[in-house]
C-alpha cells in the first residue's frame, strides 16, 4: 500500500523543511521539499498540516518486565506506551526474571516480542561475573550490546570483580552499555544514613545515598576499562556535572569509542522535586541537584552527551511506598519522553533538530541500528507526528503502562503525539494503538 503524508514540518539531519513523503508498504519511498504535492498514485493520503514530522524515536533503554515481573508490566502494555510516545523501536533491558544471561533466556524474549510487541524491539544480554565464554555465542546481528551492572540495584546481576570486567571489555566487540554506581560507597552512606535518620530514611536522601561520588568512582573506572581494551562504552543514565568531566566533545564526524545516554527524568527533575512527587521519582542512579541537572541540559549541546533514553521502568504504587530503603527504584516515562523533551525545546534548553539528533539518529548511529532513526528513501518508514499549541493535561484513562500511574500525573503539556507509523503502518493515532499491530525485530551492524 502507498501512502502519501503531506502538509507538515519534516524535522530530519539538522535540517527543519515543509515537506512530503511517500510510503511505499513498510519503506520511505521519497521525501519531497515544498509544498507542491509529488506526482505519484498513492492509496492513502494522511494530512500532516500544522504537525512537525520527526523519525519514530528509538529508545536504548527500556524495562519492560517481562518475563517475571509481569504483574507491573509486559512487553504488550508498555509498547503500547511506547506507540502513544512516538517512540518506534526499543532496547530492552536484561533484569528480569529469569534474567538474559543464557542464550535460552534471550530466545524467550524474542519469542514473547514476536507475538506482544506492537512496534519494533531488541534486547540486551547481560553481562555476569562468569558468562562471558557466551559472547561468541551472540547472534551480533539481533542485538545492540552487552548491558553490564556495576552497581548495587540489580542483585546478582552486579559484576564485581576486576577479573570479570576485564574479561567483559576484552571479549566482546558490541557495544557495552554500563550502569555505573559504586557499591561500596553506596553501601557506607545508606549505613550512615540509617544511623542518622532511621532504618528508611526519607526518599530526599536518595541522591546522598547514591551520591555523586559513587557515580563518579564507577563511571571513571567504565571509562579506564574501555581505553584499556579499545571497547565500544555506552554509559547509561548520567547524572552529575562531575561524570562529564569524563566525556569529550567529539571532534570528528566518527563515532567516539566511549559516549553517554542521559534520560528525560534527570533532565526534568531535581532534587527539589522529592518534595512533592516523593519516591514516584525514586530511581537509580538518583536524580540529584539542579545544578547537575543544568549541567546535563548543557552537555545535550556541546556533544559530551549522545542519547537521551528514558530507563523506563514500572513499579506498581504499592511497590513505591516508603523510603530510600523501602521503596522500589524506577518510574514509568516512555509515553510521556518525547513530549517532555519537546517542552524542553520550548524552554529553550535545546532545538528541535537537536532533539532529533539524540532521540532518533544517535541511538541509530551509536548502535547500528539498520535503516532506522533517518527519513530517508529505502528506510523503513517510522515517524511520528507531533502537533504543537494543542494544550492537554496527563491524567489516569491517557496513561497505558500497565502499573497504571505517572509521574507525570496533573501536568499539562502543549505539544501532543498525534500518530505514530511504524514500519509504515499506523499503529497510533488519536488515543488508539492497533491492537493488532507487530513490530518488526531490529538488525544492527556493529
Not at 502537533?387 to 505539544?415: F, N, Q
Not at 514500519?423 to 499491530?437: E, L
Amino acid at each position: 500500500m502507498r501512502r502519501l503524508i503531506k502538509g507538515g514540518t519534516i524535522v530530519n539531519e539538522g535540517r527543519t523543511f515543509d515537506g512530503s513523503i511517500v510510503v511505499d508498504d513498510k519503506d520511505i519511498l521519497l521525501i519531497t521539499e515544498g509544498t507542491t504535492q509529488p506526482d505519484v498514485p498513492v492509496d492513502e493520503v494522511i494530512d500532516a498540516s500544522g504537525c512537525f514530522v520527526l523519525p519514530g524515536v528509538i529508545d536504548d533503554h527500556v524495562h519492560f518486565r517481562e518475563p517475571g515481573l509481569t504483574e507491573k508490566a509486559d512487553i504488550d502494555s508498555e509498547s503500547r506506551a511506547a506507540a502513544a510516545g512516538g517512540v518506534t523501536s526499543y532496547f530492552d533491558m536484561p533484569n528480569c526474571v529469569p534474567q538474559t544471561t543464557t542464550l535460552e533466556a534471550l530466545e524467550e524474549k524474542f519469542r514473547l516480542a514476536a507475538v506482544k510487541s506492537h512496534v519494533n524491539y531488541s534486547f540486551f544480554f547481560g553481562a555476569t561475573n562468569d558468562n562471558s565464554d557466551l559472547f561468541a555465542h551472540l547472534d551480533r546481528s539481533r542485538l545492540p550490546g552487552i548491558k553490564l551492572f556495576m552497581g548495587s540495584s540489580t542483585g546478582n546481576m552486579l559484576v564485581d570483580r576486576r577479573e570479570a570486567l576485564d574479561r567483559i571489555f576484552a571479549q566482546t566487540s558490541m557495544p557495552v552499555m554500563a550502569h555505573c554506581e559504586d557499591t561500596a560507597i553506596i553501601n557506607r552512606r545508606m549505613a550512615e544514613a540509617k544511623q542518622r535518620y532511621g532504618e528508611d530514611p526519607d526518599v530526599r536522601h536518595h541522591p546522598e545515598i547514591r551520591s555523586a561520588e559513587a557515580c563518579y568512582e564507577s563511571t571513571r573506572l567504565a571509562v579506564e576499562l574501555a581505553r584499556k581494551h579499545q571497547a565500544r562504552l555506552h554509559v547509561a543514565h548520567l547524572t552529575t556535572a562531575k561524570e562529564l568531566e569524563l566525556f569529550e566533545t567529539p571532534c570528528s564526524t566518527q563515532l567516539p569509542l566511549i559516549t553517554a545516554e542521559t534520560t528525560v527524568s534527570h533532565l526534568y527533575f531535581s532534587d527539589r522535586d522529592y518534595a512533592q512527587l516523593g519516591a514516584r521519582i525514586k530511581c537509580n542512579p538518583a536524580i540529584k541537584t539542579e545544578r547537575d541537572r543544568e549541567a546535563l541540559q548543557q552537555a545535550l549541546n556541546d556533544g559530551r552527551i549522545s542519547v537521551i533514553g528514558t530507563d523506563h521502568a514500572p513499579h506498581l504504587l504499592s511497590q513505591k511506598e516508603g523510603g530510600c530503603a523501602r521503596a522500589a527504584s524506577g518510574m514509568p516515562m516512555i509515553q510521556f519522553s518525547l513530549v517532555t523533551m519537546l517542552e524542553l525545546v520550548d524552554h529553550g534548553v535545546l532545538s528541535l533538530e537537536r532533539l532529533v539528533e539524540l532521540m532518533c539518529h544517535n541511538p541509530a548511529r551509536l548502535f547500528g541500528v539498520c535503516q532506522r532513526g533517518f527519513l530517508r528513501p529505502g528506510y523503513r518508514a517510522d515517524l511520528v507526528m507531533v502537533r504543537p499549541g494543542r494544550a492537554w493535561t496527563v491524567t489516569k484513562d491517557v496513561i497505558m503502562s500497565k502499573c497504571g500511574w505517572s509521574p507525570m500525573e496533573g501536568h499539562s503539556y502543549l505539544w501532543q503525539v498525534e500518530r505514530t507509523i511504524c514500519n509504515g503502518s499506523t499503529v497510533y493515532w488519536q488515543g488508539h494503538v492497533d491492537s493488532d499491530y507487530i513490530g518488526e525485530p531490529l538488525i544492527f551492524e556493529h
